[in-house]
């Protein structure tokens, strides 16, 4: 081993950063994504804090994708949903963390859109 290189290894996929922003329903939203190997990590949110997580992936036994919070309030099933539409979407292992009031609806779906338009637009970012 030389200059901290492992040899017998596959090189190891790096870790790309994705940051975009949109103005929805009068709110600034921050969305940042990091595309890590098989799978990726997206932040939502308005000011920077890290309020919950969840991760999901997919399944051999169901067609529905598992998930599960990892971090912060239960009762909030946002990050959870998220997450598992995504990994559906992707077949990658997904980790949300939503940190938008959940009080609207029609925030969350434009958010949800809003990630979608930019998948589309940066496969290769997710």
């Not at 997206?42 to 919950?52: E, I, K, Q």
């Not at 938008?100 to 338009?117: A, C, Q, W």
Request: charged share 20%; with cysteine; aromatic share 8%.
């Amino acid at each position: 081993m030389e200059n901290g290189a492992c040899s017998g290894q596959s090189a190891v996929e790096a870790i790309s950063v994705h940051d975009f922003s949109e103005k929805l329903l009068e709110q600034v939203v921050h969305f940042h994504v990091m595309k890590l190997a098989g799978g990726f990590f997206l932040w939502v949110g308005a000011s920077p804090v890290l309020s919950n997580l969840a991760v999901s992936m997919n399944s051999k036994f169901d067609s529905m994708p598992l998930s599960t919070l990892v971090l912060g309030d239960s009762s909030d099933t946002t990050p959870n949903s998220l997450a598992q539409r995504l990994t559906k979407k992707t077949k990658k292992q997904v980790f949300v963390s939503y940190n938008l009031p959940v009080t609207d609806s029609n925030l969350t779906l434009l958010v949800e859109n809003r990630i979608r338009k930019e998948m589309e637009l940066h496969p290769d970012k997710f």
